[in-house]
T-cell receptor, first 116, second 109 residues
Framework: GAVVSQHPSRVICKSGTSVKIECRSL??????MFWYRQFPKQSLMLMAT?????????EQGVEKDKFLINHASLTLSTLTVTSAHPEDSSFYIC????????????FGPGTRLLVL | AQRVTQPEKLLSVFKGAPVELKCNYS??????LFWYVQYSRQRLQLLLR??SRESIKGFTADLNKGETSFHLKKPFAQEEDSAMYYC???????????FGKGTKLTVNP
């Protein structure tokens, strides 16, 4: 099946710094990628839809200036958590859509962010 | 608004017993329903989707529009089925998925 990678898998940063997370579709092109956030023992919450070549679409309650998304190519989307604070600590997961008749979302392994 | 409800946080069965993970949804249109599975220390992966009407790893799920349910079933659970299971809904025409809170299935030997 299709593979989606995320980098880094884990990051620890100081409060006030910015962190960039990369999401790549390794063997397919994805015009649409998604960014989710998952709190401990809770479900995935969609943060935003990342569209190649256009602005991301953010879900209600998600600050677009806080979580910057760039979908620069058909295989790469980045999420930058700007001026991170301890409450931003979470598990961030991306997914990419294969498109086509049997459209399927493939998920990355996730990135654990800890803001001190 | 669309919503997916998985009423059981935890479900524990013995090997060889039948298992049913419940999923109910609320959506006024024609949804597409999925089950995703996450094994320990692995990424989320698609288990099955209702439009395919297929059986994966012995699991089946039938969309019941009258009861707005999409329960996941397996007649004989195996220890390797132990995982987190998420039911998800995709509203027609959109690529966005709405997830339930998940059910942790434990199959005991």
């Amino acid at each position: 099946g299709a593979v989606v990678s995320q980098h880094p898998s884990r990051v620890i940063c100081k409060s006030g710094t910015s962190v960039k997370i990369e999401c790549r579709s390794l063997d397919f092109q994805a015009t649409t990628m998604f960014w989710y956030r998952q709190f401990p023992k809770q479900s995935l919450m969609l943060m935003a839809t990342s569209n190649e070549g256009s602005k991301a679409t953010y879900e209600q309650g998600v600050e677009k200036d806080k979580f910057l998304i760039n979908h620069a190519s058909l295989t790469l989307s980045t999420l930058t958590v700007t001026s991170a604070h301890p409450e931003d600590s979470s598990f961030y997961i991306c997914s990419a859509n294969t498109g086509g008749d049997q459209e399927t979302q493939y998920f990355g392994p996730g990135t654990r962010l800890l803001v001190l | 608004a669309q919503r997916v409800t998985q009423p059981e946080k935890l479900l524990s069965v013995f090997k060889g017993a039948p298992v049913e993970l419940k999923c109910n949804y609320s959506y006024s249109g024609s949804p597409e329903l999925f089950w995703y599975v996450q094994y320990s220390r692995q990424r989320l992966q698609l288990l099955l989707r209702h439009i395919s009407r297929e059986s994966i790893k012995g699991f089946t799920a039938d969309l019941n529009k009258g009861e707005t349910s999409f329960h996941l079933k397996k007649p004989f659970a195996q220890e390797e089925d132990s995982a987190m299971y998420y039911c998800a809904l995709n509203q027609g025409g959109s690529e966005k998925l709405v997830f339930g809170k998940g059910t942790k299935l434990t199959v005991n030997p």
